[in-house]
């Protein structure tokens, strides 16, 4: 059965460096997002992306953030300077309806 | 400003009984609403959605039912199984975003 995947699946970076967050989204889907989960707290929207464009974000998705389809399989969510706040899991979705979402397992950014 | 509200954190359900997870929302614009399954160290996992036009959907053992007078929907795990255990999270879209529910961890105990 086709599924989402990300890489890496843990990534350590030290405050104020850029880090690239890579998934690749099931191949028909058409609709990309990504969200983020701060442990303890719930799973939040970052972005939404359809049709090589960015179609929603989320007030969490400030100038820091980039999102890129650079190759038509991999999607990916750049965070420019990271801060401690930063540290999450980040999890890629894809839709081909832009409704049932499938999720892929995450990347755990840990921030020091 | 919680859009979408699971106000119990945790259940705990003997197996074999129904399990009963209960979601709130206050958006009106919402018109779509999913269940996801997320086990520790996975992405959260698509159970059953439901369509405002409706007010029950059914697949095999998981039900959910919508309340749109109530801003309320339910999922209905019976029987319940041990492998249900994990955190059970409620989701809303308005077809542009989608809003997701704090969770409720489901326990299930032999």
């Known amino acids: 059965e086709p599924e989402v995947t990300q890489t890496p699946s843990h990534q350590v970076t030290q405050m104020g460096q850029e880090v690239i967050l890579r998934c690749v989204p099931i191949s028909n889907h058409l609709y990309f997002y990504w969200y983020r989960q701060i442990l303890g707290q719930k799973v939040e929207f970052l972005v939404s992306?359809?049709?090589?464009?960015?179609?929603?974000k989320s007030e969490i998705f400030d100038d820091q953030f980039s999102v890129e389809r650079p190759d038509g399989s991999n999607f990916t969510l750049k965070i420019r300077s990271t801060k401690l706040e930063d540290s999450a899991m980040y999890f890629c979705?894809?839709?081909?309806?832009?409704?049932?979402?499938?999720f892929g397992p995450g990347t755990r950014l840990t921030v020091t | 400003d919680q859009q979408v509200k699971q106000n119990s954190p945790s259940l705990s359900v003997q197996e074999g009984r129904i399990s009963i997870l209960n979601c709130d929302y206050t958006?009106?614009?919402?018109?779509?609403f999913l269940w996801y399954k997320k086990y520790p160290a996975e992405g959260p996992t698509f159970l059953i959605s439901i369509s405002s036009i409706k007010d029950k959907n059914e697949d095999g053992r998981f039900t959910v039912f919508l309340n749109k007078s109530a801003k309320h929907l339910s999922l209905h795990i019976v029987p319940s199984q041990p492998g249900d255990s994990a955190v059970y999270f409620c989701a809303a879209s308005d077809g542009q975003n989608f809003v997701f529910g704090p969770g409720t961890r489901l326990s299930v105990l032999p």
């Open positions: 979705a894809s839709t081909l309806t832009g409704l049932e979402q499938y």
């Open positions: 958006n009106s614009m919402f018109d779509y």
């Open positions: 992306f359809y049709n090589n464009e960015i179609s929603e």
